[in-house]
């Protein structure tokens, strides 16, 4: 089993690529980060928990159900009538116009989290590994407590821990993400980061474009020495376009390097791919075995995942099998 | 022209009577009392302005937006970088389900309005009618602030002052909507009111049901003449069903009861009528003259409301005119 | 058979209640009265051909497809490249806000129809029926001449000859209405009409409210004998509200009167319910047999037009002959 | 916990009154009798648990999903790769035009399930009643096998058992069904049926309206006598129109009748209602205790329900108790 | 005139490239290979008549009226009370995900046509060319039989015969398509295929990619020795991604080869690209004339197919002259 | 400020790529190039007024109301009582299918303009710029005299004024066009034109392909010239699909040549892409100062414009500033 701990929001897209200003209507999705990890797991068969804490009232409700839908655990969610659901505004974009996202996440349900309310024992009964990624200690100084708070217990049970950067701008500066962040990293097993967060908040430099594997290879090798982990996950991505990209990824781990192939993604929906990624990597890892099928599976089920509307990954094993045997592009009939 | 100060909020609703926990997509509105006001009345033909606090950003500008497109002027609107975009979320109901709403409006832009950055002489430059709610100066203790000062620079510059109780038990009590409105009173000329806001908020007694318009005469007096107002509004509303109600209004002014018609309504968005009828009332007053329009146009225009969606009163002086005529309910071909 | 002849439009109609003034989008529908009672008696089973005339673009073939696909001949519209199509816009209401129209069909390619270009003896060939309504003779003069030639056409060919007043004041006067349509009145044996037409166009007044069926028996005996008919038929409508009206009709023919019930009728969307009565009427008179049927299945189809989006009348026969046994409002499992 | 067994299907349904025949698009919903059951006792707050026979595809996982999103367990159920997803189309109507559903569940995956393949020790662990309709038996032979399994091993367990007759025509005859239930009775502890399906079914008459509470209090004791059951509730509707019903219900139990407000429905969607009042029923008793709790609880979900569009009862505890304390139709703010 | 014989069923598909299992709505179209050549066809201007056999439900007349609608003769469709409508749910893709689609056509009404039903001589009165795909024969035992009874009396009535190998792996192995097609081979003047089909069915290898136009024209040119067909037609289409593809064809006959320009093709709906090219074909040899003539038009009509949502091909004649004029892709103003 | 001249109209659009014949909703829009200019160069920052004339009716309203809510300045448009509101259906294509334009604006408020009305003096107070296209004189022949009338006005009162050519060849021929034209050039100081229109209406050439700037350099320069003007923009787009273009312009001003970057650009709309050029090159130049600055933020507006549903530019003045400072594709976090 896969326990994640972190904020999920309700976010709200306008259709057909629409301004927000000029919305009409919104279509209502359900994201954060590790719910969309734990999601992405749980389809692809791997049974896993989400830790949070929801306000009490619909939109509360809507995001557990949200993640029950797809056979996430909900059970050690925290209910509170103190603070909001968090919300977030995505403009889906075309070149030259980015997508773009405004948070309205001030005052969540979750920033108000506190240590010592979570049996961490119970919640780790059964588990195999734990993720977490920047944005929740990114939350607020009580965040950041319970982040090392379970990333500790999570450790002391024994369970992998992988940790995903997620550098978020609006939430806190590189400064002090550094600051919160390198602490906790004693705590981590696999780190996962795009090559743009581990510069910014590590100050680690790759190479000028994410062809540029070689470059990130000795990034992730740095980071592994730095910090001890035994594996850095690496996903590269280049934007020709907004609607086309290239898609790929690379581990480090016991001082081998894994690649997947590139993959031409056709975008739906980038939100959420990172995500992807973490899940089928943990999946690979723990279901297939190896870092071979971590990475294979990670970059597959993450390029499959800008194919679909909202955060969440929807497909399953076999239609990540499908990408890596090569099924190809025709309607199959 | 008229004058109006208050918060805007972005309104999602769920169609087709959707629960919001089960919503996909959600249709947005702007609304907010004031705003709403000026819009009637605007649409009705009567110049009006609206001042408010207003986030830069996408939502803001949406506000600010919604409100010029109904021709209300928002050049007083202060822009601000701090402060977000209120909002809510109205469910749609069906008997015995009531409609329903959900604010999401803390630290919202508005509430944080403080006194001393407005140029009131400026902003009451030919303007005859200033209106405020009971709702902004329950946005926070700085709301408060400039809603009396307001209504002071309003009354020194011989502006008619109207004030609708609109009591909301989501954002304060009734003792301290009591403390904090009653010494407001004496800037009012005109107060508006539900059968209900009467008792919650001044302990003024009605009848037992709305048809019982006597015993809501009597309250209409004895407000008249505990704050001194030259005039109280009434608005009288059975709820037989939530697709089906009556509405009727009274006013009494001068010592004189004016009296509406009493219409059946069938409703699609009931939000709002009773800032219809503020802005049909004042309409009536200033543009027809008498309180016998002013309770007419203003019964009748918040009767007409009840059958659009969103907040926003949008019927012409035309349309409320063939209601007041009796022109019925056949198809005009 | 039945052949029709008159004009159709592209409807458009704001969803849920809009204000056109506030639509982003608007659905699509054809309509037109004499194609209305085509699609209505074609969905019942009798055989049917419409006559007009549309312009070669998107639009009309949109109203041909629209045609066609509840199975209406069109092969004897003329298609030109001249003339645009007609639109026309419509509001759908709620008490105290009536439904209301807004047309746009100045210069349609129909208002352009000339005599002599139809070759009546071909589009006769086969048919028992021939109807037209009074909107196609107030399009223009040429079309109030196309009008008696065919009328003409199909007395000379033995066809029986219904003709709906269906009096449009936004197209001409009451006047000008019972100048052209009196001399037309030679040709047809059946007429149709709300008791309001009656009153509008030929000066015949009828009860205080259509409860008052006896009233209207007399208007009905009056005009068939000032004109000859052999039936008249008067539809009687009540409107307590928009969305819940009562609907009836009775059928004045050889000195009887034939009595419908009177139906409580929840709206979805009345445009085009008293086309769907005459298609009911034709219908039943020929396929049934008889005024009592006709009575019966005109009031019944028409009263089930009410519930279905859309011009048309979508009900087959074994739906009214649910209606007309009294099946009931349960749901069929 | 509660145990309920039986087919979901994926509900299509035309938006905006639409006849199926003109659909352009459909909305989608997961429905099914005792799948609607377990759903609103779990949004009550009481465990339930689904067992049922899917289809290894999108639309079969779709309909655990819709079951977990709401907290129902669906571990028991059994996927396959035969069989197909059972669908339903449902056209919402009115007056005079009913509601109406298009059933085409012919071959569904649950229609192939068979005895001896549930473990219904372990399903009934820690459960405490057991629910099933008559749809379940109606599906096929091998069906009805599997329901006089779960029904024996239920009783056998000791759980109370409930059987609402829910009487299908389009899946079986009147004599098929006496002749498959009947001895499917005596596991039965209550019995929940309509005025209606007791008479189609058992042949025990009622009054001529639902308003003859005497008349049904008969009916409830003759069935009681007859098969033993430790209580027997009826629910009772008037349909004055499709858009605005009666309902309210009865139980007779230890020889006393237990009596339920006549709630004014406003109707969005009707379907579910009856499973609304299975789910409020075992839950009142159950949760709040003694069958006054049951009738209330169970005739207030159920009268709630129409008013939420799809087949599932969305309503909490809260909502319910809101409407038994007389909260009234105004909005709350 | 054009006759076909086939199957339709109707379309579900989630919009805006939802994943099945997330729907909330579902876009209805009617589609189904022989229907789709029949549309194509007659919007071209070419008469087309459409056998099949369809339940009297509204779902079946759904089919037919979308079938009138285009214009296509549905005359000589088979009604009956058995058998179901098919259904088909379309995933639109992004690479790398491809569209996909989910068959739920056991037991419909087509499957279940028996010989000896239709009476072809009136059937193919007027007709000279009838056209029918692989998926008839391989929908049920008896629908084979019907089609070859159909083949025979087509080619004894004189008619030119086209047959769309259009292999489907869900309803029949290979083996079991070439056994039953091969015999029916002798009635077919025309063969139409896609690359991939020629090999599966028969065996024939072409290059390795659609590139290599000179490896299909072997292909092509070893089938119609094999055969006897009077003409070979091969469309190639390449993948780089779903939502871009390339598409040409050509046509081996009387021992010469006709190319087709190689067009780029955007896709929106690529489903029934391959039936707009046979109806293009069928219009570009019977009504402009000639080989070189049923290519162009052939390729240009389908690949005008793929930006039309839904399996019809909208497209007129003369926007297919636009297209092979070169007319660019310029907005026309 | 900036002042413009010209129609709006209600533009329909089928969504998600329908064809116009298929479409059963259609998104609502309101555009026209001048209005367009206007609103785009509100959206800046830059003051705008509209003059136009519109019919008192909900369509004419709707007008008005759009583009107020933009912050355009309405107060000098002309409302009347004959006319009807413009109408145009757009169709979104796909390659090999080119997006087009149905007009449907003959009898237009606005064709029926004529000089003498408007008080110039006190419409073009505080202005500095006055923008028109060559579509307003295309109108009708008063609108041509209007346009003249304003030319002059503009001239006299010291404004800078733009003309841009915008051919229609559905409203008049080149001959046509090049005759009422030339001699409003003499009031021109800015020309903007599309390459092909400038060889449409003046006969001037330019290169092959629009890669070819120096070409186009000589046709600026030549116009130059020929007509006296200080500026002659060019805009320049490559069509290689639909869905992708690129998009770049130059600006000869002073003997100058001035160049912007060559846009890829992904395209939700591209209706209304060169009024935001207008709208951006008065903005750069008016505001930022010079003809680097036009051109630069008339191509990055354009380019923008082309992602934005609608004929609106909605690009804030930072949208603008991003782009030419380069900040990439990325989602911004």
Same mark, same amino acid.
């Given at each position: ?16 690529? &629409?301004?927000?200003?000029?919305? /009409? ?17 749980? &389809?692809?068969?791997?049974?896993? &928990? ?30 509170? !009538? ?38 961490? @024992?119970?919640?780790? #009964? ?9 944005? /929740? ?17 999570? %450790? ?13 701008? %609006? ?23 795009? #090559? ?12 000028? $474009? /994410? ?7 000795? *990034? ?5 020495? =730095?910090?001890?982990? $035994? ?6 991505? #280049? ?8 898609? $790929? ?12 192939? =590139?993959?031409?993604? #056709? +975008?739906?929906? &980038? +939100? ?5 990624? @973490?899940?089928?990597? +943990? ?18 089920? @993450?390029?499959? %995942?800008? @194919? ?11 239609? *990540? ?8 592009? !025709? *309607?199959?009939?």
């Amino acid at each position: 089993m896969l326990v994640t701990l972190g904020e999920a929001m309700v976010r709200l897209t306008p259709p057909a690529f &629409r301004r927000l200003e000029q919305a /009409t209507s919104l279509d209502v999705h359900v994201g954060g980060a590790e719910l969309n990890v734990a999601v992405g797991a749980a &389809r692809l068969g791997l049974a896993s &928990r989400w830790v949070s804490r929801l306000p009490e009232n619909p939109l509360g409700r809507m995001m557990a159900n949200r993640a029950r839908e797809h056979g996430v655990d909900v059970s050690h969610v925290e209910w509170v !009538r103190d603070g909001r659901a968090g919300l977030y505004f995505v403009e889906l974009g075309a070149a030259p116009r980015p997508s773009s996202v405004l948070y309205d996440r001030a005052g969540s349900a979750m920033s108000g989290i506190v240590p010592g309310r979570f049996d961490w @024992s119970r919640i780790f #009964e059964g588990a195999r590994w734990f993720h977490v990624s920047g944005i /929740t200690p990114a939350l607020s100084e009580s965040a950041a407590e319970v982040t090392a708070e379970a990333l500790a217990a999570a %450790k002391a049970a024994g369970l992998t821990v992988s940790y995903d950067l997620n550098y978020r701008s %609006k939430l806190w500066s590189p400064e002090r993400a550094r600051a919160v962040e390198e602490p906790l990293m004693r705590f981590v097993d696999v780190l996962i980061a795009t #090559e743009e967060d581990t510069r910014v908040v590590f100050g680690a430099h790759g190479g000028q $474009s /994410t062809a540029d594997a070689a470059a990130f290879e000795l *990034v992730a090798r740095s980071l592994a020495t =730095r910090f001890g982990f $035994s594996a850095v996950a690496i996903t590269l991505r #280049e934007n020709p376009g907004v609607w086309l990209n290239t898609w $790929s990824a690379l581990v480090v781990a016991g001082g081998e390097r894994y690649d997947a192939p =590139r993959y031409q993604v #056709e +975008i739906v929906d &980038r +939100i959420g791919a990172g995500d992807a990624f @973490s899940a089928g990597l +943990i999946f690979g890892y723990l279901v297939i075995g190896g870092w071979d099928a971590a990475v294979a599976y990670g970059t597959a089920l @993450s390029a499959l %995942k800008h @194919s679909v509307p909202g955060d969440f990954s929807l497909s399953t094993r076999e239609d *990540v099998e499908q990408v890596l045997k090569g099924a190809g592009l !025709r *309607v199959a009939r």
